[in-house]
Structure formats: C-alpha cells, structure tokens
C-alpha cells in the first residue's frame, strides 16, 4: 500500500498585533507537524483603532515582512502557500489600496476572513483535540467562546451535533469604539462597558441557560493571557482546564480599574490595555450568565486553525466531512426556526446532491454541491414572513444569518439562489445579482437550475418519488424518477425548469418514468 505522501503548506497571516507564517508538514491530521513558526509584533491594531485606515509606511513594512517570509518559503521548500488577513484589513477604510499593494510588491493574494469564518477556524481545530482529549463530561453541552476585535462567535454541541451557533458582531474593538475618548478615559468606562455587553448578551440568555451548560471554553489571545496570569499558561493544542471562580474573581479585578493602570500593571501599550479590559469584562459577564463550574482557556490559534483546514480540505479528510454535517445541522435549525415544511426540504436536499454529483464534469466542484445543499434547506425560510415575495424574504433572512462555515461571499451565493430559486432569471439588471464576482454568478447559475428540477421532484410536497437515478448521455441528462403514483404535477413542473436548466447546462434534461423501486 503507497503511503499519503508528505507535503509542505505556508499559512501566512495578517493581524492586528502580529504578523506570522506557520509552515507544515501535512500527511493526516493525525500526522500533521508544524516545521517553522515565525511571529512578528506589530501595532497595526492599535493605527486602525485611531485612524480607520493603515497608513503607506504601514503596508510597506507589511510588504517587507512579506517578501522575508517568501524567502523562508523557498528555504524550506513550501509547494503552497495562503495568506489571510483578519479584523486590521477586513476593517481598514482603505481595504482595497492595502489589497492591491500587497499583490504589486508581494505576488500574494490576501484571503480577508471575515468574523464568523474566523471563528469557524478556530472551532475546526478545538473540535478536533477535544474529541481526542476531552476535558469535559461526555453527553454534556460544552460552549465555546471566541472574541476577535471584530465580534464573539458562541458555538454550543453536544457530541457530534452543533445545537448553536451565534455571532455578536460587537468585540472588543467595536464596544471600545462605541465609546469616544472622553468617555474612555473616564473612571466609570468599565462599569459602562460592562452595561453595555449585558445588553448585547440578553438576547442570548435564555437560550443559553437551557443548556444547563457546566463548562465553557475561551478561546483567543486574551484568554491566553488571562490564563498565564492564573499561572495557568496552557497547552499549544486543546485546552486546560481552570475552576470558574477563580477566573470570575481574576476578571472582575477589571471592572474597577482603568486604562492606564492596567498598561502599567502588564507592561503592555494603551491600545493593547483597552483590548485586554473590554475583553475581560465580557468574560465576566459571559460567568455571571452562565455560572459553569470549570472554564476551559484554547491553546488554539487562528494560525493552527486555518492550518488543519487547509491541510485536511487539501487532502480531503473525512473530518471535514463530519463538520460540514455539523454546518447542515445549523442550516436545518435556521429553516425549522421559520416553520418550512422539513420534508420536504430533505426531498430537495437530497435530489440537489445527486444532481450536483452527476454534473461534476459539467463544471459543478464539490463545494458547489455543499452550498447547493445549504440552498436547498433554506429556499422556504421567506414564506414564513410573507408568501408574496417569498425569495425577496428568503434573501435577506440569509444574509442576516451566519452559517456557520460559509464566507460571506459563500453567503451571497446562498442567498441569490434562494432569491431566484422559483422564478426570475439572474440578471445583472438585478441588484442582488449584479454586485456578485463572475465566479460567484456562474455559481448561482448552476445552483439555481439545480434546484428548481429538484423542487420540481416534490412540487406537490407529498413525496411521491422514492428515489431517482440519473444518466447522462452524450446530448442529455437522462432522470429516472421510481413511484407507484401520479406524477403529472411534478412532471408538469420539472418540463417547464428543464428549459432553464438546458440553457444553463448547455444539456438538455428528461424526465423518466419508472415503477417501484
């Protein structure tokens, strides 16, 4: 038997207090090694903080750092490399100058994560080590918190299934600014801002609560550091596991203490002192809410995040496969949340995957699939708000919903899919349709016709199809629906989407009769 074969990756990164690449070896995630980590501090957090934007001198010494990291790819012999940019480009004024120079000076196209993506990161890597180590008790609910300067990403599950899933977009770069500099430098800054999150956070509590949670997990920077204040420094994989008290008496300390007292107590710059405070008085309030017994601090970075996806998608490990159920899971709450007939969405979900399958060589990657699954789940949601308009609806219930590992652009696919998934023909008269990439249109294309023959399998939602089997031929998809019923509505409805279908494909597409399976 030949074994996988040793490959060499580069995840590069752009934050707000650091710039790092993490070179691996990736075999498995079972034989995944870090070969070289290489960290720079900077402090362009603390510029988009004051300025919204990253000055030239800036993007030249992010250039520079670059270029020195391209040298050490080489060195090493890195077969790929990434480079992602986090909250200090995705939020800069000037995003699209800091882009396009990186590309002029570098060669290197940054990937900018958005929030919930770069939560999903992070989880895809804790998930992991703590199915392997768990620090909790098995059958119970374990909830993970990630804070970014951008949002908190809070994720519950239970075993293998994800029962929750919300992003506050209002971390702690964005509740500082929600203060101006008067009001910053005041005594009661922290009482404000501590205010303010319980306000945020009411929303979830309830919900939260009926969880009956036990044990939480922090993940990020400041817990870290929050951590190693605790004399709890903590493992580089997984988590360590620290009594909840003993965390809320350490971050409760914050509440009465201001800016300039903690930069002196931890050496550490203003910026970093505003950061680290707001952050901790989150904390305190997420402690409070919740009342677990252990708090569990993430050795997980973004960096050993987005390194296991990479090197897993790459490779293509059944673990990927397991989350992407999970991310399902959360599609199928979102549509039960607004009442669609789940039936039938399954029919649906299930017939876009055979299609998406058999037109893979008709420019439909895996990935397509996946969203076209999502699609497939959510295309109702509209009708619950009103039945006239229903993509209309559908469009901005998914836009205003985080689907766990989707990007935002994977979103606006989704979401154009819904919109057209009935009637209409995509069209750049379209506002919705018009602000998409090329990439993004031909996708929302396909996905579109994909859809409306597989909702034509279940037009009159009686689920009269007991499985079909498709071939394609030379000039056509040939679909053999097996039933023991009348099919004259569904084959009345899947001729009339045939037509767009054939227009999308180039292929026509036929409907076949067959008798019990």
């Known amino acids: 038997m030949s074994q996988t074969p040793?490959?060499?990756y580069a995840m590069l990164h752009v934050g707000s207090t650091s710039m790092s690449m993490t070179i691996i070896e990736y075999e498995s995630l079972e034989s995944m090694r870090v070969v070289d980590y290489v960290s720079r501090a900077v402090t362009f957090g603390e510029e988009l903080f004051q300025t919204q934007r990253l000055s030239f001198e800036t993007i030249e010494e992010i250039c520079k750092v670059l270029k020195g990291y391209k040298q050490l790819m080489a060195d090493y012999g890195v077969m790929e490399a990434k480079l992602y940019g986090t909250t200090v480009i995705r939020e800069a004024k000037n995003r699209r100058i800091i882009l396009e120079q990186i590309f002029i000076h570098t060669g290197f196209r940054v990937e900018v994560i958005d929030m919930p993506k770069e939560v999903y990161y992070k989880y895809f890597a804790l998930y992991y080590h703590m199915q392997k180590n768990p620090l909790h008790k098995s059958?119970?609910?374990?909830?993970?918190?990630?804070?970014?300067?951008?949002?908190?990403?809070i994720t519950v599950w239970k075993g293998s299934k994800v029962l929750l899933q919300h992003n506050i977009h209002s971390g702690s770069l964005r509740v500082i600014e929600s203060f101006d500099r008067y009001q910053q430098a005041s005594a009661s800054f922290p009482k404000a801002v501590?205010?303010?999150?319980?306000?945020?956070l009411s929303s979830l509590k309830e919900e939260l609560l009926a969880f009956d949670l036990?044990?939480?997990?922090f993940a990020g920077d400041e817990a870290r550091f929050m951590a190693a204040c605790l004399g709890q420094d903590g493992p580089q994989e997984g988590a360590v596991s620290i009594p909840a008290q003993e965390v809320a008496d350490f971050v409760n300390t914050f509440e009465a203490t201001s800016i300039s007292t903690l930069a002196n107590r931890y050496k550490i710059p203003e910026f970093r002192a505003h950061i680290i405070m707001a952050t901790m008085i989150l904390y305190a309030e997420i402690i409070h809410m919740i009342k677990p017994s252990h708090v569990l601090v993430s050795g997980i970075s973004f960096a050993q995040g987005i390194s296991m996806f990479y090197g897993a998608t790459k490779e293509n490990a059944s673990y990927t496969h397991l989350l992407r159920e999970q991310n399902v899971q959360i599609a199928r709450s979102i549509a039960k949340r607004y009442h669609t007939d789940t039936v039938h969405d399954r029919e649906v979900e299930r017939f876009s995957m055979q299609f998406s399958e058999a037109l893979k060589d008709q420019g439909v990657p895996e990935r397509w699939g996946y969203l076209g699954r999502i699609a497939a789940l959510l295309c109702s949601v509209g009708k619950y708000v009103n039945l006239r308009n229903h993509g209309e609806h559908a469009y901005h219930i998914v836009m205003g919903s985080d689907i766990f590992g989707l990007s935002e652009e994977e979103k606006e696919v989704v979401a154009n899919v819904v919109y057209y998934h009935y009637k209409g023909t995509p069209s750049d008269d379209d506002d919705y349709y018009q602000r998409l990439t090329e990439y993004q249109k031909i996708a929302v294309l396909k996905l579109v016709a994909i859809i409306r023959v597989s909702c034509a399998l279940d037009a009159g939602g009686n689920q009269k199809i007991e499985r079909i089997a498709i071939t394609k031929e030379p000039d056509q998809l040939l679909v053999k629906a097996y039933t023991q019923e009348n099919i004259s509505l569904e084959r009345w409805t899947f001729e009339r989407d045939a037509v767009f279908f054939a227009n999308v494909f180039g292929l026509a597409i036929r409907l076949e009769e067959g008798g019990a399976w």
Not at 141 to 151: A, E, K, R, Y
């Open 139 to 153: 059958g119970q609910p374990l909830m993970f918190v990630d804070i970014t300067s951008g949002g908190v990403g």
């Open 6 to 8: 040793i490959r060499r």
């Open 214 to 217: 036990e044990n939480i997990v």
């Open 194 to 200: 501590a205010q303010y999150l319980r306000r945020v």
